[in-house]
């Protein structure tokens, strides 16, 4: 008899926590001695994500674009491969931080239709700090982005609580319930949480897009189709009468995303790094990277998000590049890569 293998989809704002998630869960399953796979969706065209998922766990990567629209018609093949190939217990699907979980999620629910998998829930890692910072504005495509990926989640995790107040933290969580009332919430550090909750959901019957949280994010999205196109995450021709009208008016959430990856042609300076990312412009808001240093013997993974700067030293397998990936909106990238540039030259004028 043929299984049905559960799928979850993580979504949630570039840096928010979904990788720190994962590596939570993954080990989680393992340890209950099941076999989670992983399909990761990076806008970069490095895997670094990747790099914190232990070797054992079958993981396909799509990279250099975003599911929910370049390369979304390849997802439900690259899933069938998954589970033909290395026939797991549970799927996760970490989609980018600038992905419209909605069409992800119909994305998923098409591929189930040729491959035995069943979408069993859409967990949203909201960034605390991110959103108190956008939620003050009011305003932009990311706070849009952030609220739609609030209403369509079945599971929520407010996430990075240690950077903001007390206070802060009740109104944000007042301020999702009024986006997403039925979703159950749990704040976190470090998106510590009881992990039986995916028992919980790999054991509900009826997919995820039948349970309340779903039917409330639609009704919610196509109240608000008739008043403001730009904002709707539910503009896709599935769950549309008006498909083709609003094709036109459909602006991918993440349209305004640029992403500029750095091979690095030498080491850089630690140091010298730091202070660059450190004065990087508020307009890069994520950046990752693997890094060999001049002034270091081992390679790290290097993380910057909502300002805040990771060093993990990491011993891969295989050989890696020397790579670092900035993410954001409307900034220079020619800048970017010049400074990055004159860190490298600095070095070989220094040796
Ligand atoms: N201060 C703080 N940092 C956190 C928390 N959770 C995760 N981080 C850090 O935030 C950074 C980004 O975390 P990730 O788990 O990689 O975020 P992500 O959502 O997978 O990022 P993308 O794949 O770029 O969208 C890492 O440096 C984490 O260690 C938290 O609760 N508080």
Redesign the pocket.
Known sequence: MNTIVPVHI?S????????????QALDYYRLSGKKPAVLMN?LGDVN??GM?VDDEVPMTEMLSGCICCTIRGDLGMELRELILEHKPDVIFV?C???ANPIEILDGVTDASLLTEMELKSLIT?V???QLLERHKKGQGKTYRLMQDQIRCASELIL?????VSAADLLMLEHTIREWNQVAPMTA????QIDLTMLDRLDEATGALAEQPAMEHAHAHDHKHDDHDHEGAACTHPSHNEHAHAEEDQHHHSHDHVMVYTHYFANPVNSEQFEELVSKLPAEIY?A?GILQFTDTSSLFLF????R???F?KITPKEQVPNVAVF?GEHFSKSKLAADLIALEQAVSVES
Do not use: H, P, W
């Open positions: 993580l949630g704002f570039l840096g928010s926590g979904k990788t720190t998630f994962l590596t990076e670094l994500d914190l970490e980018t931080g600038a890692i960034d605390a700090a996430n990075k609580t240690d950077l976190t550090v470090k998106c994520r990752k993380q910057f998000a909502y805040e700067m990771d993990v993410i």
